[in-house]
């Protein structure tokens, strides 16, 4: 079955404790990215990446970091995470572009709260 | 700079009736047109995109949704309302550069019985 799965669902931590939140996807797909969730606000993007070893800052970048080491991996890691960090978050993934093939294929979600 | 404006965060409508969720866009660019659905606990799903061609799209669900370039809307539609509709809807554009969505806040549609 084609998804994209992330772990751990749900995430309870202190400030300041390293985390990572994996995301993987089985559809050879190139574009990753991640995206965090707040009420009001919508999805706003995190990072992205075009392809292995290529990754470019989303609109809210400051706090997280990312790799693109493999095609299907895309992991989203927090240094120092802060309370402002508490969020719902998604990773998603796509063949090409946005409007032509680039339907992107959402995770189920990430729950994050930093104490 | 491309930005998606959906009115009303909270839409409720009857079981069967229609169904009407607004998104405008602002893009410098022929701009390409989504909308998601994400039910709760879940993540986001597709439900249509417009991306050239024919202005109005079908998707999943029945739902369907028309691009009008001199509005500036995509507004999204069902003819009748079922109770399993009752999710959250982002409508949502691409950036100009590159693969990236953006998206509007999101409308949360109840549907009563």
């Known amino acids: 079955e084609a998804q994209v799965t992330q772990n751990p669902r749900y995430l309870i931590t202190v400030t300041g404790k390293k985390l990572t939140v994996t995301c993987s996807q089985n559809?050879?797909?190139?574009?990753m990215s991640w995206y965090r969730q707040d009420p009001g606000l919508g999805l706003r993007q995190i990072y992205y990446s075009m392809n292995v070893e290529v990754t470019d800052k989303g609109d809210v970048p400051e706090g997280y970091k990312v790799s693109r080491k493999e095609k299907r991996n895309f992991p989203l890691i927090l240094e120092s995470p802060s309370p402002n960090q508490t969020s719902l978050y998604f990773c998603?993934?796509?063949?090409?572009?946005?409007?032509?093939?680039?339907?992107?294929?959402f995770g189920p979600g990430t729950r994050l709260t930093v104490l | 700079a491309q930005s998606v404006t959906q009115l009303g965060s909270h839409v409720s409508v009857s079981e069967g009736a229609l169904v009407l969720l607004r998104c405008n866009y602002s893009?410098?660019?022929?701009?390409?047109l989504f909308w998601y659905v994400q039910y709760p606990n879940q993540g986001l799903q597709l439900l249509l995109k417009y991306t050239t061609g024919a202005t109005l799209v079908k998707g999943i669900n029945g739902f369907e949704a028309e691009f009008k370039k001199s509005e500036t809307s995509f507004h999204l539609t069902k003819p009748s309302a079922h109770m399993s509709d009752a999710a959250e809807y982002f409508c949502a554009v691409r950036r100009e550069y590159g693969n990236k969505l953006v998206f509007g806040a999101g409308t949360i549609l109840r549907v009563k019985s």
């Open positions: 998603a993934s796509s063949l090409g572009l946005a409007g032509g093939r680039g339907t992107q294929y």
């Open positions: 893009s410098s660019v022929p701009p390409y």
């Open positions: 559809m050879n797909h190139e574009y």
